[in-house]
């Protein structure tokens, strides 16, 4: 069966991209989210994407125009989920807030309906008993700008069955990503389980005031040829996500409690990253895309 309509709960940086690119592929897509406000960001993020889609994929106004015709938001769970063939999870990486909403979810949504999570960090059994349906249960994660760096990792849980998997490998396709299956459960998944161990290190040295973050990702780009260092990265992924993930993993770790507390007064400066226009660079033309920043 294709999946064609589709949820998206929360419609946060990635919420909204995978919401849009979903809608961009021919999708008949909603996101929910909490109050009026909430929705009116994920729509102000939804627009953003126009000149990301054209300068990047070449997308033309109508191409991006017909994508926001199948795209509506609403603040109604049951509404949101009530013809739902897939809903992908994209809320804020809190326990408490993942299983209250699949506890709802499972009550409201068709039998049929499949429950995927975005989540970065916790695996499918974390919360598949809380869904209803463990079966149809599983977890697709998208890397961000979605529309650019198209993976779409897919984890299966132990009680996920292999045609349920295969119906998500298959949404992944038509939506225009490069499907990456893993056999068995993976907290990180293929890329954080890389990524991350590099994003705590360049955190560590700026915590301990070793060197600045620009020094630090810097020193990267110039020895990798990368095109952005772990600061450059923080910023894309949002600093709010990357604060609550760390305080999640390594909140009680005393050597992360220099950066968190930096990266805390960061935010209550409003400095969230690029969806902000500042957080350790200055958007939209950030410090480390001068080619002067990588000279002598």
């Known amino acids: 069966m294709s999946l064609e309509h589709v949820t998206v709960t929360g419609g946060g940086v990635l919420g909204s991209q995978i919401a849009y690119q979903s809608a961009f592929k ?3 897509v909603i996101i929910y989210d909490i109050n009026d406000e909430a929705i009116a960001q994920v ?3 939804v627009n953003g994407l126009r000149d990301s889609y054209k300068n990047d994929i070449k997308a033309t106004d109508g191409q991006f125009d017909a994508g926001l015709g199948r795209l509506s938001f609403t603040t109604d769970l049951a509404s949101a989920v009530a013809d739902a063939d897939l809903v992908i999870e994209a809320v804020p990486e809190r ?3 993942k299983h209250g909403l699949y506890q709802n979810l499972a009550k409201m949504a068709p039998e049929r309906t499949i429950f995927t999570s975005n989540s970065s960090t916790y695996v499918p059994s974390t919360y598949m008993e809380d869904t209803g349906r463990p079966d149809r249960f599983l977890n697709l994660h998208f890397a961000n700008q979605v529309w650019k760096n198209n993976t779409a990792e897919i984890m299966g849980s132990p009680k996920t069955d292999p045609a349920i998997y295969q119906q998500v490998v298959q949404y992944a396709r038509e939506i225009g990503m490069v499907p990456i299956e893993l056999k068995k459960e993976q907290p990180g998944y293929v890329l954080n389980t890389l990524l991350i161990p590099l994003l ?5 040295l700026w915590g301990q005031d070793i060197a600045d973050p620009h020094t630090i990702d810097k020193t990267w780009m110039i020895g990798t040829g990368a095109p952005m260092g772990p600061f450059g990265i923080m910023d894309l992924v ?3 996500t990357c604060y609550n993930i760390t305080k999640e993993q390594q909140g009680d770790d005393p050597k992360a409690q220099p950066y968190l507390e930096k990266m ?3 935010l209550d400066e409003g400095k969230l990253g690029r969806e902000s226009g500042e957080g350790f660079y200055h ?3 950030p410090e480390f895309a001068d080619p002067a920043f990588l000279k002598a």
């Open 95 to 97: 326990p408490s807030i």
């Open 264 to 266: 805390k007064a960061m």
């Open 43 to 45: 729509k102000k993020r």
């Open 283 to 285: 958007y939209p033309n």
């Open 200 to 204: 705590d290190a360049g955190s560590y």
């Open 238 to 240: 949002g600093l709010r």
């Open 26 to 28: 021919g999708k008949a």
